[in-house]
């Protein structure tokens, strides 16, 4: 039965999610894993230059494949290149139409899976945002090993002052617990709630696609549009988000209860450290 899916009703073929800048406070995301191997740079570039995303990233670019990638590269005016995660030479390219005020990268494997954290400013306001590449578990310490990165994420998500977008390849479905258990704790919705199942891997046997490249957002981050990219030579569709940052509420005042809870916290700890001392 799965021979005779109808792919087309789960991965858009089309470049149907455009940047809309023209409504008020909306943007589009995007994130694709090229695939080290993958040496279609004209179907890469002419791919996702039509999706026209506002904020992409890519992953799995490498120090030889990132120079035919320049011309992509550079037509964002703020980008952030991470080629040497590890000693094979593979990393990570942010690119962004709004400024990356800080950014900070943590090496997973010596493969180029990592974390990139990064402060973007969109429309006057502060976000944080966390482009990722979880390792594939290929036996139990892996999955292990795998599982501890994605809740010390979701740990680390809990306690941002600023609303959360997620993009990357989490080599997960949203169907595993850990993934479930990662929703929970970090307090973060799937944008493809609402828009189908749109599975993103394996390119090269659609009977077997499966969703485990994501973008969650902050639940106060409205999903306008959330659909899978054309194929681009690699085993991964790239996803891409609409999204909007125009109803965000109560950011300044989350921030002043997170700080009054860090300010009881410190006070029961130099309550308690005076207390051992005497």
């Known amino acids: 039965m799965l021979l005779f899916l109808n792919i087309s009703a789960f991965v858009n073929m089309n470049d149907s999610v455009h940047a809309s800048l023209s409504k008020e406070s909306s943007f589009t995301i995007g994130s694709a894993n090229i695939n080290k191997s993958n040496r279609d740079f004209p179907k890469i570039i002419g791919k996702l230059n039509a999706i026209n995303a506002d904020i992409l990233l890519l992953l799995e670019v490498t120090r030889e494949n990132s120079s035919p990638l320049q011309s992509l590269i550079q037509s964002y005016p703020y980008h952030v290149e991470n080629l040497n995660i590890g000693s094979s030479g593979t990393g990570t390219v942010l690119m962004s139409r709004f400024p990356i005020l800080s ?3 943590t090496k997973y494997t010596e493969f180029g899976n990592m974390l990139i954290a990064a402060t973007l400013e969109i429309a006057d306001k502060k976000v944080a945002f966390y482009g990722v590449h979880f390792p594939k578990p290929t036996n139990r310490h892996e999955f292990s090993t795998r599982s501890m990165q994605i809740m010390s994420l979701a740990q ?21 617990p850990v993934f479930t258990k990662f929703i929970e704790r970090s307090g973060l919705r799937d944008s493809r709630a609402g828009f189908g199942m749109q599975p993103s891997w394996p390119t090269f046997f659609p009977p077997l696609l499966i ?10 981050i409205e999903v306008l549009k959330r659909a899978t990219g054309s194929y681009i030579g690699s085993d991964h569709y790239p996803v891409f988000a609409e999204l909007s940052i ?6 300044e005042a989350r921030m002043n209860r997170q700080s009054e809870e860090i300010s009881k916290l410190l006070e029961v700890y130099s309550s308690s450290v005076r207390n051992s001392v005497c």
């Open 103 to 105: 950014h900070k990268v």
């Open 156 to 176: 680390q998500v809990s306690q941002q002052l600023f609303p959360v977008i997620i993009a990357g390849d989490f080599n997960s479905t949203p169907y595993s």
């Open 211 to 220: 969703p485990i490249d994501h973008i969650l957002v902050d639940p106060s």
């Open 246 to 251: 125009s109803n965000l509420k109560n950011t």
